[in-house]
């Protein structure tokens, strides 16, 4: 038996490790899988790990009001070392940039686990933006003995840090087969689900639904303060529009936004949405606005239009697509480029065309027949 240990700790992690988690326990007979969720994030992990039915082995429960890069690094580490001495895994799963990644890697590493870096080798090649992912990622990339990267492209840029080409493997994105997974499951017939039927309340379908999300630490400050006066602004001048923004629970990002923003009459501010409940909202909206990394691969695969507030992306896939375009934090750019898709026919249709370039579901089956092979 080879012992598996998948740590994760954010939302977004979660969401992409948990078909991953399932492909391995589907292997009982030659794995021993076990999950450890650092719980970076608290409330948010916890609604992703109830959607996908997944319960931890071990949960180190870290996460602190508006906490801080230095000790939530500390704390990974330390507290995993236990874990790693007691389990002894041959294998330990990280995925993509965040802080839980990074220090689940180095933690990984000093235990003499081989690391597997879920999400591997996307890059912008400029170390604060994003910040601090890009390093993050960067040293999960020299910590990891295997790289499973989404796309030709992020393989690409491994070789080019000379990593071995045998120690690579494009598997595409597992967030399409948690896509899939989530689509099979809300389809099913003895689904219900009350967040979705309270989202029908608040939808007005005779507008166009603009959904908002975001929380990139470069944004926090003046970032949002241009962003939230950008909202209120298409809000305004739109009055056939209805903008939806299930508001990130970093306290950076709650005070501007709610203090920028209440009590505009088509502006929603919600708390975040399930799983389930967020990707059924994509389905309804007409254009997504966002700086998060995940929307960014799952809104081509629905054909949904995304401005990005951000300047760099590591994910050029769907720009090159034509789905996604770059708007930064600017006000003037977000504003004149929501308004030309919420009023140009032409340019939304060009922008809305389905892509998929992030994978077809099968990610981790690659990843386990992989790991398998070893
Ligand atoms: C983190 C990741 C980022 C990822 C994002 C996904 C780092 C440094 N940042 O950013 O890469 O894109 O998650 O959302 O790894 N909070 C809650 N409840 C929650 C989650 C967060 O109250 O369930 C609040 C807490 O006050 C917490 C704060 O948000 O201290 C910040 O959380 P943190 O994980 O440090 O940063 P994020 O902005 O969420
Ligand atoms: N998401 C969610 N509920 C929400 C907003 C987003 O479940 O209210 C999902 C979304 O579908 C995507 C992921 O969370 O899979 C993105 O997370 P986030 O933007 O926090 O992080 P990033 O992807 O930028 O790292």
Known sequence: MKKNLIIFGTRPEAIKMAPLVKEFLKHSDTFDTKVCITAQHREMLD??????????????DLMKPNQNLYTLTAD??????????????DFVYVHGDTTTTMAASIAAFYSGA???????????????SPFPEEVNRSIAGVISDYHFSPTPSSQQNLLNENIKKDTIVVTGNTVIDALQFSAAKVTSKTYSDTEIDRLKEVVDSSKKLVLVTGHRRENHGQGFINICSALKDIAVQNNDVQIIYPVHLNPNVQKPVYELLEGISNIHLINPLSYPAFVWLMGKSYLIITDSGGVQEE??????????MRNTTERPEAVEAGTVCLVGTNKDKIVTEATRLLNNTEAYSAMSTLHNPYGDGASCKRIVEFISKL
């Not at 081989?114 to 604060?128: M, P, Q, S, Y």
């Not at 809104?299 to 990005?308: E, F, T």
């Open 114 to 128: 081989k690391v597997c870096h879920i999400e591997a080798g996307l890059r912008t090649f400029n170390k604060r």
């Open 76 to 89: 990974i580490i330390t507290n995993l070392k236990p874990i790693l001495e007691d389990f002894k895994p």
């Open 299 to 308: 809104a081509p695969s629905l054909g949904k239009p995304v401005l990005v």
């Open 47 to 60: 609604q992703v790990l109830s959607f996908f039915e997944i319960i931890p082995d071990f949960d180190l």
